[in-house]
């Protein structure tokens, strides 16, 4: 079936080394793709976004890429801090109808940093 | 500034008792949405709206579930004859306009079902 969904459940990484968030999905047509951070008691923060004409975005201290071929979503962390433990997703858009705000979202991810 | 405020926060209820949860989005956002984190579940997408008319209400799992939206700002999620398994984190988030993905959400309001 259709799904968006990642590799592993809990990530832990010592604090400055970087991490990798990985996400699978299925539907081809998906065209948006975009990352969330949700730390406990909040709701989801925007973190990057990307869509299907680039492989590859950046911003502060992170890196999304897009593997269409293998469809295939990462979330590179560069210096992993404290504050980055959360729990991370993945959505993707593929409403034909231009509303891309209306994701399915991934089971998430959750990340560990050890001081 | 002012993020997208819910409320309330925390609702304890009983089954088949109707419950209201209400959303204020950042003035000036158009675009509204509805979303369900069920204990340990990514989100699911129940409504959108854009002004006050909802365009895509494909989300919502039953008729007990109703939204609206007025002056194109408060919106209120309202449930009816509430089950066990509507016990969930609503979150609410609104944002520009309906080309973007990137939404801006509260804090949610828990709701738990007894």
């Known amino acids: 079936g259709e799904s968006v969904g990642l590799h592993l459940p809990t990530l832990s990484v010592q604090e400055g080394d970087n991490s990798i968030i990985n996400c699978a999905y299925s539907?081809?047509?998906?065209?948006?793709f975009i990352w969330y951070k949700q730390e406990s008691g909040k709701g989801p923060q925007f973190i990057i976004d990307?869509?299907?004409?680039?492989d590859k975005r950046q911003g502060q201290r992170v890196t999304v890429l897009l593997n269409k071929t293998v469809k295939h979503l990462s979330l590179q962390i560069a210096a992993t801090q404290p504050g980055d433990s959360a729990v991370y997703f993945c959505?993707?858009?593929?409403?034909?109808?231009?509303?891309?705000?209306?994701?399915?979202f991934g089971q998430g991810t959750t990340l560990q940093v050890k001081p | 500034g002012a993020g997208v405020s819910q409320s309330p926060s925390n609702k304890v209820t009983e089954k088949g008792k109707d419950v209201e949860l209400r959303c204020d989005p950042i003035?000036?956002?158009?675009?509204l949405y509805w979303y369900r984190q069920s204990l340990g579940q990514g989100l699911e997408f129940l409504i959108y709206?854009?002004?006050?008319?909802?365009?895509?209400k494909s989300g919502l799992p039953s008729d007990r579930f109703s939204a609206e939206r007025t002056g194109g700002s408060v919106s209120t999620l309202t449930i009816q004859r509430t089950q066990q398994e509507d016990s969930a984190v609503y979150l609410c988030?609104?944002?520009?306009?309906?080309?973007?993905?990137?939404?801006?959400f509260g804090e949610g309001s828990r709701l738990t079902v007894l």
């Open positions: 539907n081809s047509a998906s065209d948006y």
């Open positions: 990307i869509r299907s004409n680039m």
């Open positions: 988030a609104s944002t520009y306009d309906r080309f973007t993905g990137e939404l801006f």
């Open positions: 003035s000036g956002h158009t675009a």
């Open positions: 709206f854009q002004g006050n008319s909802a365009p895509d």
């Open positions: 959505a993707e858009n593929r409403d034909g109808s231009g509303n891309t705000g209306k994701l399915i």
